[in-house]
């Protein structure tokens, strides 16, 4: 099994990109209609009203999957190991713009093939500072060639490996992943999971 605890990676240059006091996110309603914006800062607390993001999981040439380790820094599950990148799309761009555009940010990543797999993935999660992420999330695949050249801000550390060994890691030791990531394993063939799943989000995650 790949080491999940390596060394972090050295500091390396990035893409500037709006820092989360001006990146405005897109406010849903419980049908998943766009009802306004907000800045990111503002929608990340204890009372996180439900807004758009998506999850990427990339793959390489050789068919293994990037995870990364969040950044100590970050607001909500510092440290912990999840899926290739996250975001949020700014208001009126497409979503496969919007997740090329945060790969090159945050991993220095050129990506490929991009397309949606779990496109109506939900989840509400709380970690243990109490801040709640509360988002429709839908989740894509992508490819790339690509080294990646992580942001300090945002990745602590990574590493390729086998979906397999991802896949019994996560149900081993769930407690050291992301909860979304924990979710989209259930739903995900590539890591084991079942896509016609029935996943109660909330109840399994808060």
Same mark, same amino acid.
Do not use: M
């Given at each position: 099994m790949t080491d999940l605890s390596i060394t972090p990676l050295p500091a390396q240059a990035a893409p500037v990109q709006p820092?989360?006091?001006?990146?405005?996110?897109?406010?849903? @309603?419980?049908a998943g209609n766009?009802?306004?914006t907000a800045p990111k800062s503002s929608v990340h607390g204890a009372d996180t009203a439900l807004h758009l993001a998506f999850s990427c999981h990339v793959f390489d040439d050789d068919g293994r999957l990037l995870v990364t380790r969040?950044?100590?820094?970050?607001?909500?599950?510092?440290g912990v190991w999840t899926n290739s990148f996250c975001?949020?799309?700014? !208001?009126?761009?497409?979503?496969?713009?919007?997740?090329?555009r945060r790969a090159e940010f945050e991993l220095g990543l050129e990506?490929? @093939?991009?397309? !949606?797999?779990?496109p109506f993935f939900r989840y509400?999660?709380? @970690?243990?500072s109490g801040i709640v992420e509360h988002e429709i999330c839908p989740v894509y695949t992508a490819r790339t060639s690509s080294v990646p050249a992580p942001h300090p801000d945002e990745v602590l550390d990574l590493a390729w490996v086998e979906p397999g060994?991802?896949?019994t890691a996560v149900r081993a030791a769930p407690w050291a992943f992301s909860p979304w990531l924990v979710l989209q394993a259930q739903l995900l063939p590539f890591l084991g999971g079942h896509a016609d799943a029935r996943v109660r989000t909330e109840a399994l995650v808060s």
């Open positions: 820092a989360s006091s001006a990146e405005l996110v897109v406010l849903l @309603d419980e766009q009802i306004g969040r950044a100590l820094g970050k607001v909500a599950w510092p975001g949020h799309p700014a !208001p009126a761009e497409p979503l496969p713009h919007a997740v090329r990506l490929r @093939d991009v397309e !949606p797999v779990l509400r999660a709380t @970690d243990a060994e991802l896949a």
